[in-house]
């Protein structure tokens, strides 16, 4: 079946994912999967890794892999590069998009579906343009206005969302779209999310504040700490965060962590005896 015909939402399954990051291991060995039409939630403090897997995926060349696996509807994501993950579906929101001074976002828009063999005639896709655009409460004249030049925090995340709304991946990572958002903002690109979101298309939307959840309704929420998924849960595991914080989380994780590794010691320094 060729790529670009393939449109079911497919399982992200990745397993003992190792990543460095100019020779500084960020990764850590993560086990994750996400079934096909489900929206999962990655969660966890600042510098736990979330945005570093979130690149992996996606295939920045910045982050090298050193060992595990990750795969998208049975295909090896880490032996493509970046432009054939995203024909296969693989779709990143930025936390920090660029800015493309020069580009339109009409311009840019086409350019991006006839890469991705999704080429529309002209009127239907300006009719696409405009639904999309208004349902995001995004002004016309964005149409004419460069790719995040001069755009606010959130006209970038809602550009961001139009993107997708128009290239329809079968996987959307979202990394921290809720950051910088105030409330109006952050339910307006939760329910353009929600709209897409479904059979044809999972959703992994990393955050470390909750509150994007009680608009995007996770199936499963997963908690990274240091490199690694420490627990996951259903929703409630989110609300806990919220009213408690990580610390009930991630310290006993820890100290068991810390735990073993000091037993682990203590058995190699008694053999070494």
Do not use: W
Request: charged share 20%; glycine share 10%.
């Amino acid at each position: 079946m060729p790529e670009n015909s393939v449109t079911a939402a497919a399982d992200l399954v990745v397993r003992g994912l190792t990543v460095s990051v100019e020779d500084k291991e960020i990764l850590r060995g993560v086990d994750l999967s996400v079934p096909a039409g489900e929206i999962h939630a990655l969660m966890g403090p600042n510098g736990s890794g979330k945005s570093t897997l979130a690149y992996t995926l996606s295939g920045h060349p910045k982050y090298t892999v050193t060992a595990g696996s990750a795969t998208f509807g049975g295909e090896d994501l880490l032996a493509l590069p970046a432009d054939a993950r995203a024909r296969l579906g693989v779709f990143l929101c930025f936390q920090y998009p660029t800015a493309i001074p020069g580009v339109t976002t009409v311009n840019f828009m086409r350019a991006a579906l006839r890469a991705q063999g999704k080429e529309m005639p002209a009127r239907e896709f300006i009719r696409r343009l405009n639904e999309e655009m208004a349902a995001l409460k995004i002004d016309e004249s964005f149409r004419a206005r460069y790719i995040n030049d001069g755009f606010s925090g959130g006209e970038k995340k809602r550009a961001e969302v139009l993107q997708m709304a128009m290239l329809r991946p079968r996987l959307s990572i979202l990394d921290e779209t809720d950051s910088g958002l105030d409330v109006d903002a952050l339910r307006t690109v939760a329910n353009g999310v929600n709209r897409l979101a479904g059979p044809d298309m999972s959703v992994l939307v990393i955050t470390h504040y909750p509150r994007i959840l009680e608009y995007l309704k996770p199936d499963r929420v997963h908690v990274l700490n240091q490199g690694r998924i420490v627990t996951s849960g259903g929703p409630e595991l989110a609300r806990q965060i919220e009213s408690q914080g990580y610390e009930p989380i991630i310290g006993p994780v820890a100290a068991q962590t810390a735990h073993s590794h000091t037993s682990l010691t203590g058995v190699v320094a008694e053999a070494q005896a």
